[in-house]
Each structure stands twice: as C-alpha cells, then as structure tokens.
C-alpha cells in the first residue's frame, strides 16, 4: 500500500541553523500539507501547496519557514534560522484531490529538536 | 480558540466492550470529519470520516456518529481489542484547500 515516507526520522540542530525537512507524499496525490504538534499539545496545521504553490497557510506559517517541490517527487518544508520553539513533530500529509474523498494520508513525522 | 474539542483525554476499556470516544466543534460550517489513531512516534492514521451530509458512517468495528445540531460526533469501536490502545484524534475540514483542524486527543487504554 502507498505511503508517505519523511527523512530524517529525527533532526538535531543549533539554535539559529537552517533546518530541510523532506517528504515524498503518494504518487498521484495532488493536495501536500505539512503539519507540526508540539510535544503535549495538538497537531497543528501549516501550510497547504496544490499546484505548485503554497494555498493556504496558518498564522504559525511566517517568513522563517518556506515549502518547495523541486521535482516530481520530494515536497521539502524548510525553516530558516530555527528557534527553541520551533522543536516538535513536524508531519506531512498528502490527499488524492478527488471529488470522493478529503481523507489526508500522513508521514511517520520528523521530529526536530531545536538546541 | 479550540474550534474542535475533546474533553476526555483519557478512556479506559475492557477488552471485548465498546469504547466511545466523544468530540465537539463549535463552527457550524465545517462539513466533514475525520477520525485518526496515533501510536507514539507514529503519523495520524486514518480511520474513518463522515460528512455533514450524513449521520452515520459504519466500517468494520469502528462506527462514526455525527449530530448537527449539537455539533457533536463519537466514534464507536466494538468490540474493543488491546490493539486498538493509542491516541484518537477527531479533526475537521478547515480552509477551502481541506486543512485540517486537530482536537487535543484521546488516549484510549483496552486491558485484556
């Protein structure tokens, strides 16, 4: 069955360093999202990019922190200079884009952990 | 500002009986909900969803209930396996691009 696979399972960095998240979502899923849940609190929502382009994004979603499908397959999340707040789970989700179904299919998640 | 809210954060079964996991929304124009199960240091796997246009929506062991009125859903497991023990989340369609909105959780334990 197709999967949501995300790289790395667990990232450790510095204060202030540029973090690449990585996610290759289901093949012919037309709809990405990157969510995060701190540890504790609820999964949040991001960003959303149909089209090649970002569709919608929440409050959380600032300047730091850009998306990128460089080619056919990867959808990269990253975030410029990371902050303590910054650590948690960070998952990606993709959905078909059919007309049937809403049903979004999540990665295992990445978890960052921001020194 | 919890737009998608469960209350109970934890539930404790017996193997074998139902276990009914409650959830509440407070915005009227959210027409479809999903139900994930979470093990640590797992992604959200999706179970089962329902839309506005429903009130009932059956798979196998899980069954999900939906009142409009009272913007309330459940999800029914029966019966109830220690498989099953994990964290439930209700969410709903957010934005028009489908962004979900995530309730705090449930953990739910099922003893043998």
């Known amino acids: 069955e197709p999967e949501v696979t995300q790289t790395p399972s667990h990232q450790v960095t510095q204060m202030g360093q540029e973090v690449i998240l990585r996610c290759v979502p289901i093949?012919?899923?037309?709809?990405f999202y990157w969510y995060r849940q701190i540890l504790g609190q609820k999964v949040e929502f991001l960003v959303s990019?149909?089209?090649?382009?970002?569709?919608?994004k929440s409050e959380i979603f600032d300047d730091q922190f850009s998306v990128e499908r460089p080619d056919g397959s990867n959808f990269t999340l990253k975030i410029r200079s990371t902050k303590l707040e910054d650590s948690a789970m960070y998952f990606c989700?993709?959905?078909?884009?059919?007309?049937?179904?809403?049903?979004?299919?999540f990665g295992p998640g990445t978890r960052l952990t921001v020194l | 500002d919890q737009q998608v809210k469960q209350n109970s954060p934890s539930l404790s079964v017996q193997e074998g009986r139902i276990s009914i996991l409650n959830c509440d929304y407070t915005?009227?124009?959210?027409?479809?909900f999903l139900w994930y199960k979470k093990y640590p240091a797992e992604g959200p796997t999706f179970l089962i969803s329902?839309?506005?246009?429903?009130d009932k929506n059956e798979d196998g062991r899980f069954t999900v209930f939906l009142n409009k009125s009272a913007k309330h859903l459940s999800l029914h497991i029966v019966p109830s396996q220690p498989g099953d023990s994990a964290v439930y989340f209700c969410?709903?369609?957010?934005?028009?691009?489908?962004?979900?909105?995530f309730g705090k959780g449930t953990k739910l334990s099922v003893k043998p």
């Open positions: 093949s012919n899923h037309l709809y």
């Open positions: 329902i839309s506005s246009i429903k």
């Open positions: 989700a993709s959905r078909p884009g059919s007309l049937f179904t809403d049903t979004q299919y």
């Open positions: 915005n009227s124009m959210f027409d479809y």
């Open positions: 969410a709903a369609r957010g934005g028009s691009q489908g962004n979900l909105i």
């Open positions: 990019f149909y089209n090649n382009e970002i569709s919608e």
